[in-house]
């Protein structure tokens, strides 16, 4: 078995998100999504242009702002998985410095536009820094509070801002001051800021950021494991959000003319934005829009037909669409009609073409000496309350070498390993990792720890179980390849490696459990570590493929990998390792070759007991 096979490889172009890089712009053009895909947009800007009527075009230009609004809340709330409710505070930031430095220093809100962004962008990563420890309800909760706090400031400095009074734009009309007599040169900028927020959403969900994103949304120790910063990536998932928020805030407040803290850092809208995206699907290019699309004009309409007398009619509307589309069709519009429109416009001319070949790039050799020491753990003690979980533990793993470490159930194995990977820090001792640089490292976090070249698997697997196996498998790959392409290539090198090529467009979630444990190694092998921790890998596997297992370790010792691994598969443990390392009651008992350490005292007594020990007289 080899595990370094680079032959070229060809997949059907409909896993997402994957696509990047190559075809020509016109070769991007004849494909039918494409080219479906500008058609429909474009009907956004010719309807309001040809009916003439100014609230046609009153309505499209809302839904341009809220499309745009809704996709750029999404790279925050649809990729990352951070359901913030308090989004229009940058909305309001953005809306805010372009009218008061146009109010103040005369200057163009297309320069306040570029102000309002980077000014939002900074005050995302403060409301993101202490806000991404908080998970689920308390982080919505959290932006909803700063959401509330700067719409009271707002208030509060009326010098400024001119309070709860509001503000009224200088009517200077012209393209330098975003204000005009004709309401479709609105639509344009609207349409502009829709096209800009839905390019840069498309161009996250098919970048290394965007499979990062996804992997923190599912699960973010599997993540962790492959390298991710987490708080890092969702701090760019909401400077990018909260930039293009502003920029359409900016550009609402103009059309507006009229900026007052009720609308500009208004709750129900930052949750209109939310809903939008719910109702079209969450995490998705299109569904965002789609969403603005269905729900807006409904909306809109009933105003515009009952007047007055329906005030707060257009929140009825929402409310009532959102509780639809969540009963029926939990995946939003996208998420449940997608894959089946996908395959009708895949049928039109130029469709459903398949991938170029790509030959993965060949991975890393791993330099140094074999039998020199890679990682040092030393006096390791880790405690949950009064249970001593690790007592004392070091070891040292040497290159080049298979370690198994066995024990009883609740021995404390996977509780080492979880300070060897950076995913515990031990109450006292340490662990040291010798670098490619040759120099000895104390990481402190996982993906520091998966930088450094340790890879680990989940003795509980950890799939990202919407994406597909390959998708799956690439997220590891991406820690050592920054562009899709190549990170694809590599991980359909790693699919045939461990045997999951037939399956890499199978959902990962799908997969039994003797595939997932195959998965765990595939995307820990894609981020090509230096020493692999293997947690029980061969449990719940088949005997054939326990065999095939361990035939792919002993490759991937012999492409210069060291391998640590937990097992309680005892005859596979034995054939397989170099040295073994046995934990009892969170000590280490024993420790030396297979054959040696299976007949110590202790280690029979450890698994059989005291009385098996008396009654065989050992
Ligand atoms: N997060 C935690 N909080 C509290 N106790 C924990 C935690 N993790 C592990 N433990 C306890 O620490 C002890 C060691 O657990 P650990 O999972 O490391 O054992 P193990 O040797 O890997 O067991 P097994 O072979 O059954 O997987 C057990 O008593 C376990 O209940």
């Keep these: 078995m080899s595990l370094q096979d680079s032959s070229p490889a060809s997949t059907a172009g409909k896993s997402s998100p994957a696509a990047s890089g190559g075809p020509s712009l016109l070769a991007r053009l004849a494909n039918p999504r494409v080219y479906c895909a500008l058609l429909a947009l474009s009907l956004l800007v010719i309807i309001p242009a040809w009916s003439g009527s100014t609230f046609v075009i009153h309505v499209f230009v809302t839904i341009c702002v809220f499309g745009a609004l809704a996709t750029a809340w999404n790279i925050l709330g649809g990729y990352a998985g951070q359901l913030s409710l308090g989004h229009t505070v940058f909305y309001g930031i953005g809306g805010y410095t372009a009218a008061l430095l146009l109010d103040s220093f005369g200057l163009s809100p ?3 536009m570029i102000g309002g962004a980077a000014l939002a962008a900074l005050v995302s990563v403060g409301i993101g820094y202490p806000c991404f420890r908080l998970r689920g309800p308390f982080f919505s909760l959290a932006t909803i509070a700063f959401l509330e706090v700067v719409r009271l400031l707002a208030i509060h400095f009326n010098g400024l801002t001119g309070g709860s009074a509001g503000l009224v734009v200088p009517l200077q009309i012209g393209w330098p001051w975003m204000i005009f007599r004709e309401k479709i040169n609105y639509l344009y900028i609207a349409f502009g800021l829709l096209l800009l927020s839905l390019a840069v959403s498309y161009a996250i969900r098919n970048s290394r950021l965007g499979y990062a994103l996804t992997a923190v949304r599912e699960r973010d120790s599997a993540a962790q494991a492959a390298g991710i910063n987490i708080n890092g990536v969702k701090l760019w998932a909401i400077a990018i959000s909260a930039a293009l928020t502003a920029t359409v805030g900016t550009f609402h407040a103009m059309y507006m003319t009229f900026l007052e803290p009720a609308t500009l850092f208004s709750l129900a809208t930052a949750i209109e934005i939310a809903m939008f995206a719910l109702i079209g699907g969450l995490g998705t290019v299109a569904g965002p829009l789609l969403g603005t699309v269905l729900v807006v004009p409904l909306a809109e309409l009933a105003r515009g037909w009952l007047g007055a007398s329906a005030n707060g009619l257009h929140g009825f509307v929402y409310g009532t669409v959102l509780v639809v589309i969540t009963l029926t069709l939990p995946g939003g519009l996208v998420g449940t009609f997608g894959p089946f429109v996908t395959r009708l416009i895949d049928r039109l001319p130029g469709g459903g073409r398949t991938r170029p070949e790509t030959v993965a790039p060949a991975a890393k050799l791993v330099g140094g000496t074999v039998g020199e020491p890679v990682l040092k753990a030393t006096n390791l003690v880790k405690r949950f309350g009064g249970l001593v979980a690790t007592d004392n533990v070091s070891l040292t793993l040497k290159r080049g070498e298979i370690l198994g470490v066995i024990g009883p159930n609740g021995a404390g194995k996977t509780t080492v390993f979880a300070q060897l990977s950076g995913f515990l820090a031990p109450n006292a001792g340490t662990v040291e990792l010798l670098g490619q640089d040759g120099k000895w490292h104390q990481p402190k976090t996982p993906d520091a720890f998966a930088r450094l070249g340790i890879g680990r698997t989940f003795q509980i697997v950890q799939p990202f179980g919407k994406l597909t196996v390959l998708e799956n498998i690439m997220i590891g790959a991406f820690l050592r390849h920054r562009s899709v392409d190549d990170a694809r290539a590599v991980a359909l090198r790693v699919a045939r490696t461990v045997g999951l090529y ?19 190694v595939a995307r820990t092998l894609a981020t090509e570590p230096t020493i692999l921790l293997l947690d029980e890998v ?52 024993a420790e030396g070759a297979p054959e040696t350490v299976v007949r110590e005292r202790r280690v029979i007594e450890a698994y059989l007991g005291e009385d098996f020990v008396h009654a065989q007289g050992l």
């Design 110 to 112: 297309w320069i306040g």
């Design 538 to 589: 061969m449990a719940g596997q088949s005997q054939s493929d326990t065999l095939k297992m361990v035939e792919l370790v002993r490759a991937i010792r012999d492409s210069g990998v060291t391998v640590i691994a937990i097992e309680h598969n005892m005859q596979a443990i034995m054939s397989l390792s170099d040295r073994i390392v046995v934990i009892d009651s969170g000590k280490v008992i």
């Design 502 to 520: 037939e399956l890499k467009d199978v959902e990962a979630g799908t997969l039994p459990i003797g595939g997932l444990k195959r998965l765990e």
